[in-house]
């Protein structure tokens, strides 16, 4: 289990709940959060080192990596918890200069702080990284185009990463439907959000049998951090529809160097 633990977006739902899991479990931890709330404050009181960054500046990056290093904070697991829904709408129909800046929260400025911290961490072992994906990895996700695509970069991007950093693990990770507050992104958007202002509306007013909860997300992740490189390195998992329970699935990913990554079938 991680030592030391990088948490990015640590005031969101998802991030909030695992700087707890492993403050539980001893681990020192270190988050990022962009604005400060009422989960900062509390995550400060319950002993994370809680620093502010706006993982899309470049400036606030180098901040927070020197924040890192000042507490002589070498980690040995990083977790991206960033998400953005917005903008919301038909590619067409939105600002693109909103748009393009979603796809950068989505994906490029959490490899950018992956980047800036990778010299931190903790030499003569493995380093852990998770990240999450989102919908549309097997078919189109309307109206959540940044979003979408954000998200598949960092897929292709986990496999890169696997290949060409032998000292680094990175899995990413879809969790399924969580009810945290970013589905508010998608009630605000009404109509843009088409068929799915509905479901969502549905989802958080009522959360149906088999939503994923934020522990079985922690369980998920533990799971992900435990497994072995050459099973779950460059890979992408969905919480609810892959068989991680299972003992047998690591021996099945040993022997399908293929399996659980973007690949065009012929």
């Not at 007013?205 to 939503?211: L, R, V, Y």
Request: charge should be negative; charged fraction near 20%.
């Amino acid at each position: 289990m991680p030592r030391n633990l990088i948490v990015l977006a640590a005031g969101a739902d998802i991030g909030a709940a695992l700087v707890r899991h492993h403050l539980a479990r001893n681990a020192r931890v270190a988050g990022s959060y962009r604005t400060r709330n009422a989960t900062v404050d509390a995550l400060e009181a319950e002993g994370a080192l809680m620093l502010q960054a706006d993982l899309s500046v470049g400036e606030d990056v180098r901040r927070f990596a020197g924040q890192l290093v000042a507490a002589g904070f070498a980690w040995d697991t990083l977790v991206s918890a960033v998400g953005l829904l917005d903008p919301i709408g038909p590619f067409m129909e939105l600002d693109f200069d909103a748009w393009e800046a979603s796809v950068i929260t989505n994906s490029t400025a959490q490899l950018r702080a992956l980047h800036a911290l990778y010299p931190l961490r903790a030499q003569g072992g493995m380093a852990r990284v998770i990240l999450f994906a989102g919908g549309g990895t097997n078919g189109t996700f309307d109206n959540y185009s940044a979003y979408c695509i954000g998200k598949l970069a960092l897929i292709k991007m986990t496999e890169l990463l696997d290949s060409e950093c032998a000292d680094l693990q990175v899995s990413i990770i879809g969790t399924g439907w969580v009810n945290t507050k970013i589905h508010q992104q998608t009630l605000a958007a009404g109509a843009a959000a088409g068929q799915n202002w509905n479901t969502t509306r549905q989802f958080v007013d009522t959360p149906p049998e088999g939503a994923t909860s934020l522990e079985t997300v922690a369980e998920c992740v533990d799971w992900c951090l435990a497994a072995p490189r050459e099973a779950v390195g460059g890979r992408n998992f969905s919480l609810v529809h892959d068989p991680w329970r299972d003992p047998a699935f690591i021996e099945r990913l040993r022997r399908e160097p293929n399996s659980y990554k973007l690949r065009r079938l012929s």
